[in-house]
């Protein structure tokens, strides 16, 4: 049986840098397509940043038709102005992919992690390393941003794989999960 197959498109959002990860999923194939990232650290007009990081999501969009966009939810931090920055580029990155017809899902740095390592709190050096065994990529980014991205993109893919077989449902929960398939569930 031929599985569709479908792009997912990750962005982790910044001002001084901006880490963009797509895939394929094929059934259980994963493809990494592209990881990279913007410096729109470099311009120093803060309007022109946002419309780079709208440009290039809008540009990476045209160029793969994504059918899925997530992007990490911003991490409270003590500076407000970062925070605001950081809220801004969110901003634009998302309304790029809402002006291209996608949903937008948005995860937070600990469910990325945890979704990717096992582990909420791993360092960005885990997520990498474990993104290189299950996407079969040798690449060492110099800016770990770009596999921060990939791995909103992964975390994705494993957060759909919760709907429920047969029925196009998603579980809502563990719980949910056991309760329409008590079939598989082992004792």
């Known amino acids: 049986m031929q599985h569709k197959s479908r792009i997912i498109l990750g962005i982790d959002p910044g001002t001084i840098i901006m880490g963009y990860g797509l895939i394929k999923v094929q059934g259980n194939h994963i493809t990494l397509l592209e990881m990279g990232v913007l410096q729109p650290g470099k311009v120093k007009d803060g309007y022109k940043k946002l419309q780079l990081i709208f440009d290039t999501v809008s540009g990476l969009i045209t160029r793969y038709k994504p059918d899925c966009f997530a992007i990490e939810a911003p991490f409270f931090g003590k500076n407000v102005q970062s925070m605001l920055k950081l809220g801004r580029a969110q901003g634009v990155a998302i309304a790029a992919a809402m002006r291209h017809g996608l949903e937008v899902t948005e995860y937070s740095p600990k469910k990325v992690k945890q979704s990717i390592t096992g582990n909420g709190n791993a360092a960005k050096e885990q997520v990498m390393r474990m993104l290189q065994q299950i996407l079969a990529f040798q690449e060492n980014p110099k800016y770990l941003d770009a596999t921060d991205a990939l791995a909103v993109a992964v975390c994705h ?20 999960f056991i309760a329409k398939n008590p079939g598989r569930v082992r004792k």
């Open 157 to 176: 893919h494993f957060q759909q794989k919760t709907i429920i077989p047969g029925t196009g449902t998603r579980a809502k929960g563990w719980e949910d």
